[in-house]
């Protein structure tokens, strides 16, 4: 059976911000005719599971203002630096909120975080050979950053905390949860970094 192709009619921008633009688009459905769907295109992002010698990985706390709380997290960010490769801006969100170089990176998993109402994807990173940044080179947190809470933590506590309900952030259940996979494949399963981004 051939999937119906839904074709956009219309095109109508209702917000453009710094991070985000929200459009409504009219589009054609399988059951005949038009429906309207709000639409959030904004910057992809990328996210780090920052894995050491002995099965720790880094998760970061900071406020979240939408859902009015602080959230465990990976280090990730947004691309917007154009045309950055995505290992590079993945090293940069690694230093500047968890202080910390990688020496070997793989490709985890991508991710559509939202696609209900958004175009947004995460690519998310595994990180090795993890060193220290050294003090006088680290970056100079600000906004809700400045707050960060940098912690430690095995990676199945990671998981467990992740199936207790205390992770939360849909990049980090999806990196935590796809590191541990790895691992117990053997590493099988990762991708290389070159790997060509979600379309």
Request: hydrophobic share 40%.
């Amino acid at each position: 059976m051939t999937a119906f192709a839904h074709e956009t009619t219309s095109r109508t921008e209702k917000y453009a911000g710094p991070v985000f633009t929200v459009y409504t688009d009219e589009i054609t459905m399988s059951g005949g005719g038009t429906a309207h769907r709000d639409v959030v295109v904004n910057k992809n992002a990328v996210g780090v599971v920052a894995l050491d010698e002995v099965g720790r990985v880094v998760l970061i706390r900071q406020y979240r203002h939408p859902v009015g709380k602080q959230l465990w997290e990976l280090p990730a960010g947004l691309c917007d630096v154009h045309g950055e490769d995505l290992t590079v801006t993945a090293r940069r969100e690694l230093a500047e909120e968890a202080d910390l170089h990688a020496g070997r990176l793989d490709l985890l998993v991508d991710l559509h975080t939202s696609p209900g109402f958004s175009a947004e994807t995460i690519r998310i990173f595994l990180a090795r050979d993890l060193t220290a940044v050294p003090e006088d080179e680290r970056h100079e947190r600000q906004e809700e950053e400045a707050d960060i809470e940098i912690c430690w933590v095995d990676l199945d506590e990671a998981v467990a905390m992740v199936l207790r309900g205390e992770v939360t952030n849909a990049a980090a259940v999806g990196g935590l949860l796809a590191a541990a996979r790895a691992r117990d494949d053997g590493w099988a399963t990762l991708r290389p970094v070159d790997t060509p981004p979600l379309a």
